[in-house]
C-alpha cells in the first residue's frame, strides 16, 4: 500500500491482494489522520491483482466511512479479475469508478 496526498485527495495504492491478510492493514491505514484529513479519497485498485470477498467488504467500508467523514470517494478499475468482481457482484454500479488517480473530478 502507497499513501500519495496531494491537494484535494489522498490516493490510497492497493498492491497484490486485498484479502483477509491483508484486512488489519488497509484499515490501520484507512482510518490514518493523513487520509481522514483529505477532502477525497480514491482507491487506487490497478495494482491489485486479487480482491476476495474480504477485500469486496473493505471497499465498501471505505466508502461508506467516506461518506459518513463527508468525503467524496472514488475507485479506479483495477486489473481484469478485480474490473470482473466489480461487475458480477454489482459494486461497481454503487461506487463513483474514475479512469486515473489523477482525474479532474467536478
Do not use: K
Not at 73 to 83: D, E, K, L, M
Request: hydrophobic fraction near 45%.
Amino acid at each position: 500500500m502507497d499513501v500519495r496526498l496531494e491537494r484535494d485527495r489522498a490516493v490510497l495504492a492497493l498492491y497484490g491482494e486485498l484479502d483477509l491478510a491483508s484486512a488489519e492493514l488497509f484499515d490501520s491505514e484507512f482510518d490514518s489522520a493523513d487520509i481522514g484529513g483529505a477532502p477525497m479519497v480514491v482507491l487506487d485498485l490497478e495494482g491489485l491483482q486479487f480482491v476476495d470477498s474480504t477485500g469486496l467488504r473493505m471497499i465498501l467500508s471505505a466508502h461508506e466511512r467516506a461518506r459518513e467523514r463527508g468525503q467524496e470517494f472514488a475507485i479506479t478499475p483495477g486489473s481484469p479479475q478485480v474490473r470482473r468482481l466489480l461487475t458480477i457482484t454489482r459494486v461497481g454500479e454503487h461506487l463513483r469508478v474514475i479512469d486515473s488517480p489523477n482525474e479532474l473530478l467536478v
